[in-house]
């Protein structure tokens, strides 16, 4: 074989060589698979002056519960929520609301309030505890 031949044989595995390497690197930094997530919710963010869960995303229930993905914790701090909490689908099993200082959920008006303040849905090993 020649020189130039050989020289374009080596320049090609080292072309191949960065081109793969190149594809590694943009491969591992694609988004990894969403994952189980810790959610808090307060009623009132700003509880007259006193915050009692400083990091709360969320004011309602069921807004945090439309954005958990399965096996997520849900916080509730203390207060109370008027609405209907809805957990459905697959999509939520494993889900679990925990009452933190034991806030109350109560269907929203007209008086007197009807149906449950907690439905499940097709939704599989949902723990809902710490609530009065």
Do not use: W
Not at 104 to 126: D, H
């Amino acid at each position: 074989m020649n020189t130039r031949l050989l020289r374009s044989l080596a320049y090609g595995r080292t072309a191949l060589r960065s081109l793969v390497l190149a594809a590694a690197l943009v491969l591992s930094s694609a988004p990894l698979p969403a994952h189980a997530s810790a959610l808090v919710v307060d009623d009132d963010p700003l509880n007259n002056g006193s915050v009692a869960c400083p990091t709360a995303t969320f004011t309602t229930i069921q807004a945090a519960v439309d954005v958990a993905l399965p096996n997520s914790t849900i916080t509730v701090c203390p207060g109370i929520y008027e609405e209907h909490v809805l957990i459905y689908t697959a999509a939520k099993n494993g889900l679990k609301l925990i009452g933190k200082g034991m806030p109350r959920v109560e269907p929203p008006l007209p008086t007197p309030a009807t149906g449950p303040a907690f439905a499940v849905i097709e939704a599989a090993k949902v723990t809902i505890k710490g609530f009065y």
